[in-house]
């Protein structure tokens, strides 16, 4: 695997050594596969915060790739795509726990 590949390690995780990676997702063989570090909350409430934060970050960044996007706008389609695959998915989660 080519380091092109890979995401940078955000600097307050570098230098926090409290800091613990949750979720990885990859695209590969025409499919999603993550790694997701399960038991970091009890409350599943929690990863309803990291996925609205998450969401908040995309948008984020495509704004700050393209000065034309609204973050807003973006937001709101991505949401309207989220809320699609929760009532109807286009595949179903699969995999294994493995320590």
Same mark, same amino acid.
Do not use: C, Y
């Given at each position: 695997?080519?380091?092109?590949? !890979? #995401? =940078? @390690?955000? %600097?307050?995780?570098? $230098?926090?050594?409290? +800091?613990?990676? *949750?979720? $990885?997702?990859?695209?590969?063989?025409?499919?999603?596969? !993550? +790694?997701?570090?399960?038991?970091?909350?009890?409350?599943?409430?929690?990863?309803?915060? *990291? #996925?609205?934060?998450?969401?908040?970050? @995309?948008?984020?960044? &495509?704004? #700050?790739?393209?000065?034309? +996007?609204?973050?807003? !706008?973006?937001?709101?389609? #991505?949401?309207?795509?989220?809320?699609?695959?929760? &009532?109807? %998915?286009?595949?179903?989660?699969? =995999?294994? !726990?493995?320590?």
């Amino acid at each position: 695997m080519g380091a092109e590949k !890979v #995401l =940078g @390690i955000p %600097p307050a995780a570098q $230098r926090d050594k409290a +800091s613990f990676e *949750v979720m $990885r997702v990859w695209i590969a063989e025409k499919g999603q596969h !993550v +790694s997701i570090q399960t038991g970091a909350w009890e409350d599943p409430f929690a990863w309803g915060i *990291v #996925l609205a934060d998450l969401a908040r970050h @995309i948008a984020l960044a &495509d704004q #700050l790739q393209n000065k034309k +996007s609204d973050p807003e !706008v973006f937001l709101a389609r #991505l949401l309207e795509g989220f809320q699609a695959e929760i &009532d109807d %998915p286009t595949d179903e989660p699969e =995999g294994e !726990v493995t320590q």
